[in-house]
């Protein structure tokens, strides 16, 4: 089960970094990256079906925060971008839902001082874009150290 978190955990990582990468040099990202980063989310559920694998629910409940997200982008007319609460929706799968939450903690905060850095000092507006999937990664590396 360990070696499974450790493929599921890094491989993800590295989808992460990528996204972040592009979310930094574009505004965007690829989808075929975001499905690519729900393939480990989907291994980790895979051996949670097998005797002695985990907790399905707990898994699945992990989807919750970054459906959530994602629903508020579509809601709010795409004000958050619709790919971080699908990255975080990725996450969650890889993650379960403590593991989620906690990894989203780690994001807000950093995610909230550079937006009052950025308003505060370089004098922007509300309404600048600041890429969020580079503090997703940020908080999914410290969640995974931390556990």
């Given at each position: 089960?360990?070696?499974?978190?450790?493929?599921?955990?890094?491989?993800?990582?590295?989808?992460?970094?990528?996204?972040?990468?592009?979310?930094?040099?574009t505004?965007?990202?690829?989808?075929?990256?975001?499905?690519?980063?729900?393939?480990?989310?989907?291994?980790?559920?895979?051996?949670?079906?097998?005797?002695?694998?985990?907790?399905?629910?707990?898994?699945?409940?992990?989807?919750l925060?970054?459906?959530?997200?994602?629903?508020?982008?579509?809601?709010?007319?795409?004000?958050?971008?619709?790919?971080?609460?699908l990255?975080?929706?990725?996450?969650?799968?890889?993650?379960?839902i403590?593991?989620?939450?906690?990894?989203?903690s780690?994001?807000?905060?950093?995610?909230?001082?550079?937006?009052?850095?950025?308003?505060?000092?370089?004098?922007?507006?509300?309404?600048?874009?600041?890429?969020?999937?580079p503090?997703?990664?940020?908080?999914f590396?410290?969640?995974?150290?931390?556990s």
């Open positions: 089960m360990l070696q499974m978190r450790i493929l599921t955990e890094g491989a993800l990582l590295l989808l992460l970094l990528l996204l972040s990468a592009q979310d930094l040099r505004g965007r990202i690829s989808g075929r990256l975001v499905f690519l980063s729900f393939l480990p989310g989907l291994l980790r559920m895979s051996v949670c079906l097998l005797p002695g694998g985990g907790n399905i629910l707990f898994q699945l409940a992990g989807l925060p970054g459906l959530f997200f994602w629903l508020l982008s579509r809601s709010t007319g795409r004000a958050m971008g619709e790919g971080d609460g990255v975080l929706m990725a996450m969650g799968a890889v993650l379960g403590s593991g989620c939450m906690l990894a989203l780690m994001a807000l905060l950093p995610a909230a001082f550079c937006a009052g850095f950025l308003i505060v000092v370089k004098r922007r507006k509300g309404k600048a874009r600041i890429p969020f999937i503090f997703l990664a940020a908080g590396l410290a969640g995974i150290c931390i």
